[in-house]
T-cell receptor, first 113, second 114 residues
């Protein structure tokens, strides 16, 4: 049971390049989330998904797109990276129920130069 | 979801109890109090949550005041590995709609000192 796995762990992009971050969970969780965390700040929600084939915007969605074609995977895309997107990205998943503990991945550190 | 207020930083001597306060004076009757921690930029880790009653697990204890306007997370015997940022989060139970997200503030940076 690997929990929540993020790929890659580190990446450096040039301004204008594109990339996709992958989040995979093996716990059959319904809800999945992408957050970003900037230095000295809490996590901010980018996009989320309540189930396979559905996505929705969070607090800071601009410049990002997401897809959830399979229940276990949630992809975050940057079509044209900007320096303002330099951040640490965290994926999380939740199994809905009375004890709704969220599980987080270990993060992807992205630098856009 | 209700907003929370935490001190930005605290120190605790190794082996002593760490008591981390959280104010959530606008909490609604059905909202839970959750605690997560983040060790050195790793992914946040769930610690404990509660509604009205005090809760205890293998990691910590959660004490919620009777009026539910504040709570305290207690790490009974803090170790150096407990040095982390601790987040207090208030969230309504799942209702079948919405994001059901966790809203993170800046948390409390706990430093456990040898």
């Amino acid at each position: 049971n690997a929990g929540v796995t993020q790929t890659p762990k580190f990446r450096v992009l040039k301004t204008g390049q594109s990339m996709t971050l992958l989040c995979a969970q093996d716990m059959n969780h319904e809800y999945m989330y992408w957050y970003r965390q900037d230095p000295g700040m809490g996590l901010r929600l980018i996009h989320y998904s309540v189930g396979e084939g559905t996505t929705a915007k969070g607090e800071v969605p601009d410049g990002y797109n997401v897809s959830r074609l399979k229940k276990q995977n949630f992809l975050l895309g940057l079509e044209s990276a900007a320096p303002s997107q330099t951040s640490v990205y965290f994926c999380a998943s939740i199994l809905l129920g009375t004890n709704t503990e969220a599980f987080f991945g270990q993060g992807t550190r992205l630098t856009v130069v | 979801d209700a907003k929370t207020t935490q001190p930005p930083s605290m120190d605790c001597a190794e082996g002593r109890a760490a008591n981390l306060p959280c104010n959530h004076s606008t909490i609604s009757g059905n909202e839970y109090v959750y605690w997560y921690r983040q060790i050195h930029s790793q992914g946040p880790q769930y610690i404990i949550h509660g509604l009205k009653n005090n809760e205890t697990n293998e990691m910590a204890s959660l004490i919620i005041t009777e009026d539910r306007k504040s709570s305290t997370l207690i790490l009974p015997h803090a170790t150096l590995r407990d040095t982390a940022v601790y987040y207090c989060i208030v969230r309504a139970p799942y209702s079948g709609a919405g994001s059901y997200q966790l809203t993170f503030g800046k948390g409390t940076k706990l430093s456990v000192i040898p």
